[in-house]
């Protein structure tokens, strides 16, 4: 692209709706990143005539500058790209501040310090449990054979649901996903509709079975008020029907990405493997090497302009948080794995902001206790075959073939 004039004013700049890249293109591990460092270099605000027309920000300080500006950028109307919310409103992520705050101060109480303390040893029971047979065996499929159950294991425990109702959401999110991925605006709806039944189910349990609501997020819900009110029954639904499934989606792809990492630099697995006090540090690198999130929108309330392109209100703004997270402007040799980062913090992974992700602190110790167990339980590993990779509106892994050779036991 040609250079764009750099007034950031809506009257000096550049209104031209460009195809400046395909999300669609098929990608191996490497090629996503190679692209952004590419477009954060030649066109780092980029429009693109898929899905209906988007526009797409691919520097931290762009990224950055919409996650931190409620007031202008709202979640409200399309909050992925492709949009995908056909069949309600799901708080809080589909909601703007003040009305989110309700839901989201609910939602917090559950991801605190103790609570995360008290599910740590439930979570790496889940990971053995999962590992091992893996492990034994010899080979296996880190993404598919482990990503795409452990997460559901886990969010049975933390949601107090019946193993079996927690691999049904999995499932259905995992074809859910897919029709996303297709646009296949039919089958979305479906599925999304199922997800609701669920949820519905969830809530008329409690209903008639309560729970403490100091122990059962669903319950909390239920139980929560507003300006003295309860919160509306539909919107608790919603709000159930958000958590029970977009929690799952990221832990599933990107477990795999570390694993793919490890194998291509043995150096740092043997350090990991010597030294498990480092793995909460690798685990926080890995976050701002392979975050999987890079469709996450907003929409422009008003006229806006980056980089001398002016957005109209109205128009969607995908969030690369994969590209942003590797701006060397930012994190200097942001394409290079580096133990302690001073800035690692400004890493947004997980988002940021009112929106920011309240699942952080769990999706971490699943991470965590994963690297933990698998460098522990193996003397050695490594990927076997091709590795398949998700499709935008994610980053990350979908089979990462491994061989696996069990620790020696004492004798």
Known sequence: MTDRPTEETPEH?????????????????TSAHENYARMRRECPVAHSQTYDGFWALFRHEDVNR?????????????NTVPKFAFTGRRPPLHLDPPEHTSYRRVINRFFTPGK??????????????????????GYGDMSGDYARTFPAVVFAEFFNLRREQSALIKEISSHYVAAIIQVDDA?????SGRLYEIAQAVIDERRASPMDPAEDLTTALMQATHDGQPLPPDMVLGCVRQLLVTGMVAPSVFIGNMFVHLDRHPDLARTLRERPERIPAAVEEFLRLYGPYRGMAR?????VVFGGRLIKAG?????VYTSANRDSEVFPNGEEFEFDRPNLKDHISFGGGV?????????RIMMTVTLEEALARTEDFAVTGEVEMAKWA?????KVPMRFTPARRPS
């Open 355 to 363: 929106h920011s992700c309240p699942g952080a602190p769990l999706a």
């Open 394 to 398: 994610e980053w990350g892994t979908n």
């Open 13 to 29: 700049a550049v209104r031209e709706l460009t195809d400046d890249f395909d999300p669609r293109a098929p990608e191996t591990f």
């Open 116 to 137: 995360m303390r008290a599910i740590h040893p439930r979570v790496r029971e889940a990971s053995v449990e999962l590992l091992q047979p893996l492990i034994d065996a």
């Open 299 to 303: 929409t422009a309330r008003k006229d």
């Open 315 to 319: 128009e969607p703004i995908a969030l």
């Open 187 to 191: 089958t979305v709806k479906r599925l």
């Open 66 to 78: 919409v996650l931190r500006d409620p007031d202008t950028f709202t979640t409200s109307v399309q």
